[in-house]
């Protein structure tokens, strides 16, 4: 039996120390033989650069992209060129990471906390601080508001603030550089859709079948990867350098918020739209017409 081939192209997370692949488990689904059962040959391909991995789609040379949901809605309110297959993680909560001589939430009187712009939108951040360490943001604590989970991260690993909100992944990196999270911080601060699954609206017409049978096998193979833990660290530090902590981090703390169901959530849509581009017509009910697949949204 001849095997339909497909390039799935990724990016690793934008600016961390060494490799930080999004979904790590096409991988081990090409080792599992899974894509291969399913009559596919997959290749998983790194492209770094949101616009490298566009002009892979546009010239056919790739034919899905996983990419952070931000920058999928910006590219297609922009072009309308784009469509959603699925959506391997619909939400991934943001720690509070800290300089090591902050051990609680009310430590940080007196001090300055960072959190990117786009996700501190609509979250009750500052009731938060309040109800849990009567601590009033702009009295008792400075909170800076970057543009990028990067430059937040810079800002704590530099010691220019005391304590962060970061994304998992860059959370992970403060922890192996001495910083601690302050674990009572409750999940209010969210990057929604962290990872979409994206290809052209010319290639969905014209391979829509090809996609459908992938998005089988990548359930088949996210499964394989929750059940096979000893595998996919052993991947993980084989594939992309990390140490052991950081795998098993990657394994407990990142990889359980995958959802097999590759189905795009309305509510993180729906979140995600008001950080990007709250003002567009007709809301997230409009965008998620437009945009996502047949099936691709959760019932």
């Given at each position: ?32 033989g899974i894509y291969q059962k399913h009559g596919l040959e997959v290749s998983w391909n790194h492209v770094q650069g949101t616009e490298q991995r566009y002009r892979r789609l546009e010239d056919g040379t ?62 009750p951040i500052a009731e938060t601080f309040r109800e849990r360490a009567q601590l009033s943001i702009g009295e008792d604590l400075i909170l800076q508001l970057p543009n990028s989970d990067q430059e937040a ?34 999940d209010v601060v969210d990057d929604p859709l962290p990872i979409s699954i994206e290809t052209t609206m010319t290639l969905l017409g014209e391979r829509g079948k090809d996609f459908s049978t992938f998005l ?84």
């Amino acid at each position: 039996m001849s095997l339909v081939q497909l390039s799935i192209i990724y990016g690793h997370l934008e600016g961390t120390e060494g490799k930080f692949a999004r979904d790590p488990s096409g991988y081990l689904s090409i080792e599992a033989g899974i894509y291969q059962k399913h009559g596919l040959e997959v290749s998983w391909n790194h492209v770094q650069g949101t616009e490298q991995r566009y002009r892979r789609l546009e010239d056919g040379t790739a034919q899905i992209s996983l990419v952070v949901g931000r920058a999928s809605l910006q590219h297609f309110l922009g072009s309308k060129t784009t469509r959603i297959l699925g959506c391997v993680m619909n939400s991934c909560p943001y720690y509070l990471v800290a300089s090591p001589a902050i051990r609680q939430i009310r430590d940080l009187k007196g001090r300055t906390i960072v959190c990117r712009e786009g996700p501190s939108r609509h979250t009750p951040i500052a009731e938060t601080f309040r109800e849990r360490a009567q601590l009033s943001i702009g009295e008792d604590l400075i909170l800076q508001l970057p543009n990028s989970d990067q430059e937040a991260f810079n800002l704590l690993v530099s010691g220019k603030v005391s304590a962060a909100l970061l994304p998992r992944p860059y959370g992970f990196w403060a922890e192996e550089r001495g910083f601690k999270r302050i674990t009572d911080w409750p999940d209010v601060v969210d990057d929604p859709l962290p990872i979409s699954i994206e290809t052209t609206m010319t290639l969905l017409g014209e391979r829509g079948k090809d996609f459908s049978t992938f998005l089988q096998a990548h359930r088949e193979g996210i499964r394989y990867m929750k059940t096979h833990r000893a595998e996919t660290i052993r991947l993980l530090g084989e594939r992309f350098g990390h140490a052991p902590s950081l795998t098993a981090k990657i394994w407990d703390d990142y990889l359980i918020y995958m959802d097999e169901g590759l189905t795009v959530d309305f509510k993180q849509l729906e979140r995600l739209l008001a950080q990007v581009a709250p003002a567009t017509p007709g809301g997230a009910r409009q965008v998620a017409a437009e945009w996502i697949m047949p099936g691709g949204m959760k019932d």
